[in-house]
């Protein structure tokens, strides 16, 4: 489980197994979780949500992936580093 970030008590992370995927981070309170937050990484640099499992709430949501979309270009390159690729696959 490569660990990204820790952003105001959120961890952001991906799993392990998760290679052939779209680009994307889990977000979860405290230690990675099953249900976690799952937000898609974007062509364009920004991010959707794909679901908010970790029923993070709005506002805090909000403000999270304003920092995912902000760190594109570092988590583009974790996932390649991470997953042993060379192209990436992203959602839209």
């Not at 794909?50 to 583009?76: W, Y």
Request: aromatic content about 14%.
């Amino acid at each position: 489980m490569p660990k990204l970030f820790t952003v105001s008590g959120y961890t952001v992370y991906f799993w392990s197994n998760e290679n052939g995927e779209p680009i994307h981070v889990h977000v979860s309170k405290g230690k990675p979780s099953s249900n976690a937050t799952k937000i898609w990484l974007t062509k364009s640099g920004g991010c959707i949500l794909a679901n908010n499992g970790s029923r993070i709430p709005q506002k805090e949501l909000n403000e999270l992936m304003e920092f995912i979309s902000a760190q594109f270009f570092l988590i583009c390159a974790r996932w390649k580093q991470a997953f042993v690729i060379d192209e990436i696959k992203f959602y839209c």
